[in-house]
């Protein structure tokens, strides 16, 4: 049992545990919301011009 | 522009270069990761070039297209070669420790290695206080937009007849609808405006009708449609169709008017404000007897299986069980996505909230949808459009379960993505009620996915959803959906009122 868990701590882990997954995931959620506000910002300018 | 996006490029090759380099050194990869990895890395960096390209051509839909088809392209083939590598670092902790690596054995070995990462935060009590606060004053601005936008609403539609005929002397019989006689008294030429009822709102139509009773000309004055739509009906030059026919004609879509493919419920708005333009000069001021045909009731094919698919989504077992599920999930995408591109967006929901109700007789698939769904949230306490006849949601759905990965936003942000959301939802509603004009506030990325529709930055949105999706479970559904965050309030409120009925009722009781 010690050996194996010697072994699994050697082995790099799989994305969703690693810190870099969850910047992943965090930068998607913003990037979509900066684009959400891109297009408020398209829609505010198409209702001025109305 | 575009040589700094060169540079940028080569930087960004330089960079997958050294990465892969690193990810060598530590996973020593074989050739099928290696082929993997240099295709997922160059379809991104094709994907850059592309969009950027496009983006500077001025073809947003080229761009997004790019980013759909290379740019999650990359992505899947990644996904895979990352799968791939995971399963052979497990067959060589398996052949290392003469153990297999499965169970709960191998997940607490994996916790371990990576190290801890923040699962849990709370939300101090100050800034609950704060997001409750700015809930309130959400509402209470919406409650004023709402009355601002409908007392602002209603152009001055006969300055506008003035100026499309300012060599006429215009003078008015009748408002409601607004009739103008061209010319002398005895002249027999007269101008009408009228509206149609579309989803996002009335389609405002002015008519020219001469001495030998036929439309010469017809104006698209208003309308309260989806940029998109209203794009095609424009390119198709839609009016023009009308000129030379006779005011008794019938004006029915699909049988002596033409229907604009991909613009079908515009379509009917504009015909139904020249066809009730027309019928109403043929009686009133050419005395003509009504021999038109009536408008018969559009149920189709489409309509029966909406109506269908509708009523599937009461029953439990069908989304408990996996082949039905299954099978639903292709109506879904096929029927209500492909076929009718019939989802429900924040424009529909706003444009019920301003009064905006299309006639049942021509739109059956928005009564069954937009009334059903709202009034099922409202009398039964059920949400059963979200999760279920949503077809975005099943896209969605597909394409976690390719990508498969468990990855989760920080926890900071997962707690505030719910008011993040809401804020979204606010910004949307508050544009719609300030201009009376739905599709102002449609961010969701739903048209774009099903028919290829969509205007400017929407372009972007459907990308970053579907990648969004192939990481996080429900991605849209679960950070942005407006149409969502709207049940869910409905919901809420439903179950305020209840409980405040329950407590009156005990109280009285006591």
């Avoid at chain 2, 690193?22 to 070039?49: E, H, M, P, T």
């Avoid at chain 2, 299309?358 to 769904?373: A, C, N, Q």
């Avoid at chain 2, 009620?433 to 290829?452: C, D, I, K, Q, R």
Wanted: glycine letters at 8%; proline letters at 4%.
């Amino acid at each position: 049992m010690e050996k194996q868990e010697k072994q699994s701590v050697a082995q790099p882990s799989p994305i969703e545990t690693h810190a870099w997954g969850q910047m992943l995931a965090n930068s998607l959620w913003v990037v979509t919301l900066l684009m959400v506000l891109a297009f408020f910002w398209q829609s505010f300018g198409e209702m001025l011009a109305k | 522009m575009m040589s700094l996006t060169w540079y940028l490029l080569g930087l960004l090759t330089v960079a997958s270069g050294e990465g892969l380099r690193q990810v060598n050194l530590r996973y020593k990869l074989d050739w099928i990761a290696w082929g993997g990895l240099f295709s997922g890395i160059g379809a991104l960096l094709f994907c850059i070039a592309w969009a950027v390209g496009a983006y500077l051509e001025g073809v947003p839909r080229a761009a997004a297209m790019g980013l759909l088809m290379f740019g999650l392209g990359g992505i899947v083939i990644l996904a895979v070669v990352s799968k791939y590598i995971n399963a052979r670092l497990e067959k060589r902790v398996v052949i290392a420790a003469g153990t297999p690596a499965i169970g709960p054995a191998a997940v607490k070995s994996t916790t371990v290695v990576s190290g801890p990462l923040k699962t849990s935060v709370a939300i101090s009590p100050f800034e609950k206080q704060i997001w409750s606060v700015l809930g309130r004053l959400a509402y209470l601005s919406l409650v004023i937009a709402f009355f601002l936008g409908l007392m602002s609403d209603g152009k001055d539609y006969e300055t506008m007849l003035h100026l499309k005929f300012p060599e006429a002397k215009l003078t008015k019989l009748r408002d409601n609808p607004t009739v103008f006689r061209i010319g002398a008294e005895e002249s027999g030429n007269y101008a009408l405006i009228q509206e149609g009822q579309g989803y996002g709102g009335p389609f405002v139509i002015g008519l020219r009708i001469m001495e030998d009773a036929k439309i010469h000309e017809v104006v698209l004055f208003d309308n309260k449609e989806t940029p998109a739509f209203l794009d095609k009906i424009e390119k198709a030059n839609f009016p023009a169709q009308f000129a030379g026919k006779h005011v008794t004609d019938d004006f029915l879509v699909g049988a002596d008017v033409d229907v604009i493919s991909g613009a079908t419920v515009s379509t009917r708005a504009a015909t139904m404000a020249v066809r009730n333009g027309a019928h109403i000069a043929a009686t009133e001021y050419f005395k003509l007897k009504p021999t038109w045909k009536p408008v018969p009731w559009n149920f189709g094919l489409g309509e029966i299986l909406i109506i269908l698919m509708f009523v599937l989504a009461f029953v439990p077992k069908i989304h408990k069980s996996t082949p039905w599920k299954h099978l639903y999930m292709v109506a879904s995408l096929v029927i209500v996505g492909f076929y009718m591109n019939a989802s429900i967006s924040v424009s529909s929901l706003s444009g019920l909230a301003l009064g905006f109700i299309p006639p049942l007789k021509e739109h059956i698939v928005w009564w069954t949808l937009v009334m059903g769904s709202v009034l099922s949230v409202v009398l039964l306490g059920k949400n059963v459009y979200c999760y279920r006849i949503c077809p975005f949601f099943w896209v969605e759905w597909l394409l976690n379960k390719i990508g498969g990965s468990g990855v989760k936003l920080s926890p900071e942000l997962q707690l505030r993505s719910r008011y993040v959301a809401n804020a979204c939802l606010w910004v949307a509603l508050m544009l719609v009620f300030l201009s009376t004009y739905p599709g102002l506030g449609n961010y969701e990325p739903f048209a774009m996915m099903f028919s290829l529709d969509g205007v400017g930055v929407q372009w972007y949105l459907l990308p970053l959803a579907l990648v969004g999706s192939f990481f996080l479970s429900s991605f849209w559904c679960r950070f942005f959906c407006p149409v969502g965050y709207s049940f869910n309030h409905l919901l809420s409120w439903r179950r305020r009122i209840l409980d405040k009925f329950k407590t009156k009722e005990e109280s009285m009781e006591v």
